[in-house]
């Protein structure tokens, strides 16, 4: 079906894979790589894969209905409710469950549109120069400016809340950042004489973008990725908290953290189970974003 | 301190690197012996592990190196078995190193008294204006203009010839022992070179200090050398006095370097022009570079652009393939008027003039196999696809003589002149009328820049392309050029037949040009520093 001779199918899969076109021939490599990486990083990749199983399997896994009343309010931890209940006799371990799946899902779709919008404008901005380069890097100062949170949260109450608008949102402002990252690394390659010689074959200047630049950058783009990821998540929690993210009865940690908080004056930890689930993520995913850099670096252990 | 005898024995040095994780041996038992006061001279290709010889002399190995074997014996001592501490307190005082790029060596923040004085000031000597009034002198011994206040420029103030020199005062702050030069004058123009090789030989001469001379270039370091060992591949070829080994080399291999100059061709006369540039002239900036130059390029020919950095050669280049818009002037291609910029020239006309990058490190993007780097340009100008264009990459790489197999590689995983024969390659995949070769051979060891311009010139002859061949190096311009245009300053100063040029300059300045190439004769920069001082 797909005849791997077929140059615009090898040139989809280089476009997307972090390493090279042969995908399939490296793969025994990574694995390799995967043994040979430190406990940390095998420890990150774990927590990662366990959040992405939690995520996927929620409604399966958990004991009771998202938005389901089962209980008492507050009940105690016991071997009915795993976690005790929450403000409204709802599951905590449900609600931490489908929680993951939430706040997760919205986190790795606003980081990605993230990266999508700054990412090309950063290495459009850098290819081009001039007063495109001009036009959007004063707009990015001008919308950098403005504090992030309190910028979403005025964006929100405009444009009302809703989990599109919500991710949006989010990518709106996160791709600021990722705009002055990708457009400071693309510069670095587009003073290299290879980008010249494509200039003076006549190659557009998407070409240009998508195959000479873009290769060449992306090692430290996934890495920030890793990094804007666990951002995009704390911010989404504190939006919550704050009441404008994700919306009752939909599960989340950040508002989950807001609704039981009283607990915490009973000497009750359970309020802080759902950002102990936000810490340990944050790690892991960090965990993991040090051993790509150490090895997409090229730094060896030891040196 | 007259003390004769042995400064530094190096027995059977022996040094491994590490590549892909394997330690392969890259020194492979070298043994020399340098007297006080004395300059051997470490001559080879890269690869040979003379700048890794080099650093041995003070007891370092770079990251990835380590020594397995043999001693470097310092007054005796053997630095290798010498504890950090020791080592620290030896170089910079006793024992100093001149690295090949001076720009990369100081801190742009700070002035070079500053700089000079700190050297001293870790090594303990705290009198402030007495470190001054040594740089002070040593600025003067080493031919710096105006000594006195030279020290107060921010190193981006003065020249690379200046500022190479300013380094090798540091290196003479703590009255040293033994200086290690590692192809100091490599980056540098030859007329820039002159300077900096009566530095050193001054320094050297004036004082009991030794000196380990590296670098790829037979004829300077005939200059400044009492005796020459040449090396190859981790391995001493030969070693001899200097005179002994110019007249009767003993090996094989140093006769090849000996004659690795290109060899020469006759003058042709052309008919008609390629490229006409009438009255051009260009700026970055408000900075003019061009300024209102003529040159006509003979069709089927080879030309060489000559003149030394800054004179705006380079930026020739970039104006003509359309890198650059000019300010004015026209470029006629062929009969048509070229588009000022890439944007407005057609992409037939874009395929019709190439441009081979000086260095094929930037030239090549990393992240791309040979074969699609080769590729592409079959695509984009003649649809070629797939299994064709595989079959014409496989062809293209035979005629630049390199391997089909190497269509596989990453540009990393080639050498220097590997990496130049792919660059060749992309500009012969297009099929152009017009090459332009941006110092082409000036980044590579001499005998695989015979190569490379063997290559070209077979390419000539077959195809009757035209060359525009920038260079500073007068002896390529000797062996291929049929005209010869000199600039300076961004303007053309002399542009005829090679001969005429070459053998007849009518500029004082091609004259100094011509006179500033290093001879293979020990006393060649004798006799020109003599006639120099003279003239003034």
Redesign the interface.
């Known amino acids: 079906m797909l005849l791997p001779?077929?140059?615009s199918m090898t040139v989809l899969a280089r476009g997307s894979a972090v390493s090279?076109a042969t995908g399939g021939r490296l793969s025994p490599k990574w694995l390799k790589a995967l043994a040979a990486a430190p406990l940390s990083a095998k420890l990150g990749l774990f927590i990662v894969i366990f959040y992405v199983g939690l995520a996927l399997l929620a409604p399966w896994i958990s004991p009771y209905g998202e938005a389901e009343i089962v209980g008492p309010q507050f009940s105690a931890w016991s071997s009915e409710f795993l976690l005790g209940t929450d403000n409204l006799g709802r599951d905590m371990l449900t609600r931490l469950i489908f929680g993951a799946r939430n706040t997760v899902g919205i986190a790795f779709a606003a980081t990605l549109l993230a990266f999508a919008v700054g990412g090309t404008l950063g290495i459009f901005s850098a290819v081009a120069g001039g007063w495109p380069d001009h036009l959007l890097s004063r707009t990015v100062d001008v919308l950098m400016a403005i504090p992030q949170l309190i910028f979403s949260m005025f964006l929100l109450t405009i444009f009302g809340m809703s989990i599109p608008v919500l991710i949006v949102v989010i990518a709106l402002v996160d791709s600021t950042r990722v705009f002055r990252l990708a457009r400071a690394l693309a510069m670095n390659v587009t003073v290299?004489?290879?980008i010249?010689?494509a200039?003076?074959?006549?190659?557009s200047w998407l070409w240009i973008m998508r195959?000479?630049i873009l290769?060449?950058i992306l090692s430290p783009l996934v890495a920030e990725f890793g990094l804007r990821f666990c951002f995009v998540f704390l911010m989404i929690s504190a939006l919550s908290f704050l009441g404008l993210g994700i919306q009752p009865p939909t599960a989340d940690w950040g508002s989950m953290v807001r609704d039981n908080a009283t607990l915490i004056t009973y000497g009750d930890i359970s309020p802080l189970l759902p950002a102990a689930a936000i810490a340990v993520l944050t790690i892991g995913i960090n965990y993991v974003v040090d051993w790509f850099l150490d090895k997409s670096s090229g730094l060896r252990e030891g040196? | 301190m007259t003390k004769a005898g042995i400064l530094l024995n190096v027995n059977g040095l022996r040094i491994e690197g590490e590549s892909g994780g394997r330690w392969q041996e890259i020194v492979k038992g070298v043994s020399l012996r340098l007297d006080r006061g004395e300059v051997l001279g470490l001559i080879g290709e890269s690869g040979a592990g003379k700048s890794t010889i080099g650093l041995a002399a003070l007891g370092y190995a770079r990251p990835g190196c380590r020594f397995s074997g043999g001693q470097v014996l310092f007054e005796g001592r053997d630095l290798l078995r010498m504890s950090e501490s020791e080592l620290r307190r030896l170089r910079g005082m006793r024992i100093a190193y001149v690295a090949q790029s001076a720009a990369a060596f100081f801190n742009p923040a700070h002035r070079l008294i500053d700089q000079f004085i700190e050297v001293l000031a870790v090594h303990g000597f705290s009198d402030r204006a007495a470190a001054a009034a040594k740089a002070c002198n040593l600025y003067a011994c080493l031919g710096l203009p105006d000594p006195a206040r030279f020290g107060q420029r921010y190193p981006h103030q003065v020249s690379g010839g200046q500022l190479q020199r300013a380094m090798i005062a540091m290196a003479m702050a703590g009255d040293p022992d033994l200086i290690v030069f590692d192809e100091p004058t490599t980056a540098l123009d030859v007329t820039t070179q002159v300077g900096v090789l009566a530095a050193v030989r001054s320094a050297v001469r004036g004082s009991e200090t030794a000196a380990l001379y590296i670098t790829h270039d037979l004829a300077v370091v005939a200059q400044v050398a009492d005796r020459i060992m040449v090396l190859r591949q981790g391995e001493m070829v030969e070693e001899a006095e200097t005179q002994t080994l110019l007249r009767t080399p003993g090996q094989d291999y140093t006769r090849r370097l000996l004659t690795a100059d290109p060899t020469i061709r006759r003058e042709r006369a052309a008919d008609g022009h390629l490229l006409e540039i009438d009255n051009l002239s260009a700026s970055y900036g408000a900075r003019r570079v061009l300024d209102g130059i003529s040159i006509r390029v003979p069709k089927g020919r080879t030309m060489a652009i000559v003149g030394e950095s800054g004179s705006g050669k380079s930026t020739l280049a970039r104006v003509i393939t359309g890198l650059l818009a000019p300010d004015t002037g026209t470029l006629r291609f062929d009969g048509a008027v070229l588009g000022r910029g890439t944007g407005q020239r057609a992409s037939e006309t874009l395929r019709r003039i190439q441009l081979i990058h000086q260095m094929p490190d930037t030239a090549l993007n990393p992240r791309q196999k040979v074969s699609e780097i080769l590729g592409r340009p079959l695509t984009l100008y003649n649809g070629v696809k797939g299994e064709a264009a595989a079959e014409q990459v496989a062809r293209l790489l035979e005629q630049v003589e390199l391997s089909p197999a190497l269509g596989d590689r990453f540009p990393g995983e080639l050498s220097g002149g590997q990496k130049q024969r792919v660059c060749i390659a992309r500009a012969i995949a297009a099929d152009p009328d017009l090459i332009i070769c941006d110092e082409v051979t000036s980044g590579l060891d001499p005998l695989v820049a015979e190569g490379i311009l063997d290559l070209l010139s077979d390419m000539q002859k077959q195809s009757g392309k035209t060359y525009l061949f920038i260079t500073h190096d007068l002896k390529i311009v000797a062996a291929i050029a049929d005209t010869v245009v000199v600039m300076k300053n961004g303007e053309v100063i002399e542009q005829d037949g090679r001969d005429a040029v070459l053998k007849s300059p009518r500029n004082d300045y091609t004259k100094r040009l011509i006179a500033s190439v290093p001879q293979m004769d020990h006393g060649w920069l004798d006799t020109l520093t003599a006639r120099s001082s003279a003239d003034k």
């Open positions: 001779k077929e140059p090279s290299m004489d290879y010249d010689v200039r003076l074959r006549g190659e195959r000479e290769p060449n040196q």
